[in-house]
């Protein structure tokens, strides 16, 4: 089966900073891979993905890149705000030929400080 | 409507109670999940109803038994449960299995 491993499990910024996170998987079949929010008390919510068919996906303040090769991917969140705090998981799944449901990582628990 | 509605938010029960979870959608959405948060974790799959079938349930105890009346409800059905069942329980719905997924806040569940 599939294996997410998500590093770091905490990063801490300034406001204003860059904040990198990133994820590998296993499966080379696996071709989608979402990234989701959870802010304290609430469920997670998806906030950008990426298809295997594109290197590179942005929206406003945050960007995802995919390298296929390296089986790799990346949350890229630019100009950090104190409201970015939460928790981030990314997953991976496919779209084709064998089971749909994602596997998510264990999570980056993000604090930008003021 | 771009939300899923999950009651109660909160809920405590004793180990011989009868309580269920609702979750409500009116996305059009078609596959309903059912997910089980422990703190500090990632969500663990449930259950899975696609079409309003149940598609796949991820070993889970009998204690848990799943509902779906219609296409936006889903319903979680417990019954004699462990204090080890204490987590969020998150719905979640998506267009098709293999699209990204809307969940809910949860409902914070406590076994006495």
Known sequence: GENVEQHPSTLSVQEGDSAVIKC????????????????????????IDIRS???????????????????????????????DS???????????????IPTFGRGTSLIVHP | ?????QTPKHLVMGMTNKKSLKCEQHMGHRAMY???????KPPELMFVYSYEKLSINESVPSRFS???????????????????????????????????????????????
């Open chain 2, 66 to 112: 799943p509902e779906c009346p219609n296409s936006s409800l889903l319903n979680l059905h417990l019954h004699a449960l462990q204090p080890e069942d204490s987590a969020l329980y998150l719905c979640a719905s998506s267009q098709d299995p293999r699209a990204g997924y809307t969940f809910g806040s949860g409902t914070r569940l406590t076994v006495v």
């Open chain 1, 24 to 47: 590998t998987y296993s499966d080379s079949a696996s071709n989608y891979f979402p990234w989701y929010k959870q802010e304290l008390g609430k469920g997670p919510q998806l906030i």
């Open chain 2, 34 to 40: 059912w997910y089980k948060q422990k703190a500090k």
């Open chain 1, 53 to 83: 068919n594109v290197g590179e996906k942005k929206d406003q303040r945050i960007a995802v890149t995919l390298n296929k090769t390296a089986k790799h991917f990346s949350l890229h969140i630019t100009e950090t705000q104190p409201e």
């Open chain 2, 1 to 5: 409507d771009t939300e899923v509605t």
């Open chain 1, 86 to 100: 939460a928790v981030y998981f990314c997953a991976a799944s496919r779209t084709s030929g064998g089971s749909y």
